[in-house]
């Protein structure tokens, strides 16, 4: 065998390469959204069969404030959406302050949609008497699915919202590189995707005309 021809060999695989030429924290994360994908597409299907499945299901969100909370939050959504696309972009660029910047803007959209949701929320549960094992329209399992698969969302919002901050602090700092700053972004993207099926199937099919 020849010397180029084994050089050759050596360099598909030594070690410390990948493989499957995807950085190792990158796979990890993509294998973590087909899972979670999953998850959100059961609780979908499910919500879906219920609902369609049930000709008195409640129509509770009027168009103020529910359907205009859910509407800002779903802006709150997109836009940090973009600002997650700047700091990866400005990562990759090596501006680490911009970096920063970015991933903060993208913290507040989030914390935005968190109180937004949480004030949603309570005006369901005090001025509409949801529950999670029922309501004033006879439908227990609303509630039961309507919190289940909203708080399961927001459960993910608040990871997320935690995750870029560590992001941001160790950027700052000058630890992380860029794939960190590219894996957190899929998973925020993620995110703002799975809402943007939430939305039209939860409040949309539902708002009270």
Known sequence: MSEAKAATMDSVWQ???????????????WLFIISDALTFSALLVAYTYVRLATPEWPKPFHFSPSIIFSSVMTFCLLSSSLTMVMAVHSMNHGNRKATVGWILATIAGGLAFVVLHVTEWLNLINNEHVTTSGNEWGVPLFGGTFFALTGLHMTHVIIGVIYLGIIAFAVGRGKFKYEDVEVSGLYWHFVDLVWMFIFPLVYLMSAKI
């Open 15 to 29: 070690g410390g390469g990948s493989p499957y030429a995807i950085g190792s924290k990158k796979f990890g994360m």
